[in-house]
C-alpha cells in the first residue's frame, strides 16, 4: 500500500522556522519528483515546492522563494521542507505528493501527482 506521511506542523510566531517531513513507503519514490502544496481556509490548494527524482532540480512558488527550501534523502525515503521567515499568510494545510510518472523532473500542477498524504497544519501566529 502507496503511504505519504507528513509530520512536523504546529503553531509558531511569525519569523520563526519549521521543517516539514514526508516519510514514502510503498513504492520507489526516489524514482519519482515529488512537491509540497498547501491549502489554506477557504483558498484553493496551490503550489510550493517542487523536487526532480533525483533531487538535482527544484522549483518554488514565488511567495516562498527565498524562505523555504525542498530536499530529500534517498536513503531514508523521506523529503523535507524548510520554511524559515514564517509568515502568517504561510498559514495552511500542507501537503507532500508524488508525481504520476517517474524520473520527472518536478512541476508545478497537481494534476501531474497521483499519491498525496493526509496533510499537516502549519499556524503562523503575527
Known amino acids: 500500500q502507496v503511504q505519504l506521511v507528513e509530520s512536523g506542523g504546529g503553531l509558531v510566531q511569525a519569523g520563526d522556522s519549521l521543517r516539514l517531513s514526508c516519510a514514502a513507503s510503498g513504492r520507489t519514490f526516489n524514482n519519482y519528483a515529488m512537491g509540497w502544496f498547501r491549502q489554506a481556509v477557504g483558498k484553493e490548494r496551490e503550489f510550493v515546492a517542487t523536487i526532480s527524482w533525483s533531487g538535482g532540480n527544484t522549483g518554488y512558488a514565488d511567495s516562498v522563494k527565498g524562505r523555504f527550501a525542498i530536499s530529500r534523502d534517498h536513503a531514508k525515503n523521506t523529503m523535507y521542507l524548510s520554511m524559515n521567515s514564517l509568515k502568517p499568510e504561510d498559514t495552511a494545510v500542507y501537503y507532500c505528493?508524488?508525481?504520476?510518472?517517474?524520473?520527472?523532473?518536478?512541476?508545478?500542477?497537481?494534476?501531474?501527482?497521483?499519491?498525496w498524504g493526509q496533510g499537516t497544519q502549519v499556524t503562523v501566529s503575527s
Open positions: 505528493a508524488s508525481e504520476r510518472d517517474p524520473l520527472g523532473w518536478g512541476s508545478k500542477s497537481a494534476y501531474k501527482y497521483d499519491y
